[in-house]
């Protein structure tokens, strides 16, 4: 070993070492975001799709509100992209029973869009489950133009 590899060899293994640190704990980008959840109190669906959220790492405040339509309107959320409870994370909007998986798909790539939904009530969508049936759906992208594009297909 040559005078200057001896001095460089500690400093590549301690970075090697602080690498390794780094990427065992680390955390996904997702890991402890804060969701706000605007919901029916009578909603039991809404609800179901909280306790999804919370399965799946993130951290939910929910309130009950008698009207969730000027959130949706202050979002950006057209009446053909509406469902039973719109959610509020980063600058993205949430709405309806957008899956977990989803979610963190979505910060992690950072889309230029205003967010994500399923639009209305799909049975077998997180939160909407009802037994083995299963109804196809597609979550959608929602854009300052409101045509959305489709984002995922269950």
Known sequence: MNKVSSYLAPSFIALGIISIFLMTTSTPSFAGEEITVYKSPACSCCKKWVDHLKKNGF??????VKDVTPIK????????Q???HTALIGDYVIEGHVP???IKRLLKEKP?????TVPGMVVGSPGMEQGSRKDPYKVMTITESGSGKVYAEY
């Open 59 to 64: 951290k939910v405040k929910a309130y009950d």
């Open 73 to 80: 309107q202050r979002s950006g959320v057209r009446p053909e």
């Open 100 to 102: 977990a998986k989803d």
């Open 112 to 116: 230029k869009i205003k967010g994500l």
């Open 82 to 84: 509406a469902s039973c």
